[in-house]
């Protein structure tokens, strides 16, 4: 990284002050606060007239309706999964794909032989959830399979022991059927948060 001017190129130079000027401008949107760029005009680059047209709107809608779709499906999925973990363990391996991966506190599990095992040996618990945060993941990134990324905090007791704090991340994936959508756990990563607990 070069620190001075003096270690600049005319071309360093140059990227600057086109920088500059650019931020310097007054903002593109109608986002104004004070004279002054907000956070949407700087991370969002100015869109050009003629794309702002009905196919954008369009895409906006549609997208609107893949987060609701991706709400909707995460809230049910929850409450599914930590009620299933709490008093029906034994059933909880039917919410994972045959292929899907565990990482409980760094270990990992794959596989349903493997985690029906691994759940077996886990205490009985008392799951309470604080947090659920959830996202559609693009399309793009998922080899056109409809993904869910849903994000969960909370406490947790094993045993009636002491209680932990804990975040959960699952890719959750659709997996369709005469009837319905079945929504099936690709990836899961738990960990405790103990240095938060007092």
């Known amino acids: 990284m070069r620190r001075f001017r003096r ?3 005319r071309e360093d130079s140059k990227r600057y002050h086109e920088r500059k000027n650019y931020y310097d401008e007054e903002p ?7 004279g002054r ?3 949407e005009d700087v991370v969002t680059p100015p869109l050009q007239e ?6 954008l709107m369009a895409a906006t809608v549609d997208f609107k309706t893949h987060v609701d779709q991706a709400c909707k499906a995460a809230e049910e999925f929850v409450n599914i999964y930590y009620e299933t973990m709490d008093k029906r363990r034994r059933a909880l391996t039917r919410l ?4 899907a991966t565990l990482i409980w506190n760094g270990n990992v599990v794959t596989g349903l032989e493997a985690l029906a095992n691994f759940f077996d040996m886990l205490p009985s ?3 309470q959830v604080n947090m659920l945060d959830c996202q559609p993941v693009h399309e793009q990134a998922t080899q056109a399979q409809t993904t869910v990324l849903v994000v969960t905090s909370g406490t947790v007791k094993f045993d009636g022991n ?3 704090y804990f975040n959960q991340n699952f890719l959750l994936t659709a997996q369709p059927n005469p009837q ?5 756990i690709a990836s899961d990563c738990f960990r405790f948060q103990d240095w938060a607990s007092t």
Request: aromatic share 12%; charged share 30%.
């Open 162 to 164: 002491k209680q932990h």
């Open 180 to 184: 319905n959508t079945v929504w099936k």
């Open 125 to 127: 618990s008392e799951f």
């Open 96 to 99: 994972y794909l045959d292929k």
């Open 50 to 55: 003629h794309t702002a047209s009905s196919s």
């Open 37 to 39: 760029r907000t956070r």
């Open 28 to 34: 593109r949107t109608s986002h104004e606060s004070r």
């Open 7 to 9: 270690d600049w190129s």
